[in-house]
């Protein structure tokens, strides 16, 4: 009795449709309803700390951090050869030849530098200064500095 049951299965539809060629299931022929998804997309997107951030636009004008400086690399983020010896900047998110005023809050100095790479890639660090700029803000001993940051442009 057993073999009478397993050559019933041998002859269901799905065999002999498989056996017919390629066939389409009912998804495929089912037309797309895709609004779901997007309202699905959109309501985490919603929840998200990048766009729900209402502080996000004032947060560059005036932060206070941690700073740390780079002096080697062949290219930046925005494509430029690194040079040491200018004074430009590595920020994770303000566009590429923004100005920053950058103030060692410790000692008052100060220094404006060009945003031209990304990073620093170091949690509570907001800021990585050339090794120039720095000099002008008196970290190098050191390497590290707390900082507050001014977008000037």
Known sequence: MGGVLLAACAQSSVVTRNSEGPSTSRQ???PHDRSA????VASIRKHSPFVARSDAAATPSASHG???FYSEGTRTASGEKFDA???TAAHPTL???TKLRVTNVATGQA???RVNDRGPYVPGRIVDVSYSAAETLGMVDGGLARVKLDVVQ
């Open 28 to 30: 495929a022929s089912l």
């Open 37 to 40: 998804t997007t309202r699905r």
């Open 66 to 68: 941690i700073a740390s």
């Open 85 to 87: 010896s200018q004074l």
């Open 95 to 97: 566009p590429f030849g």
């Open 111 to 113: 220094v404006t530098v």
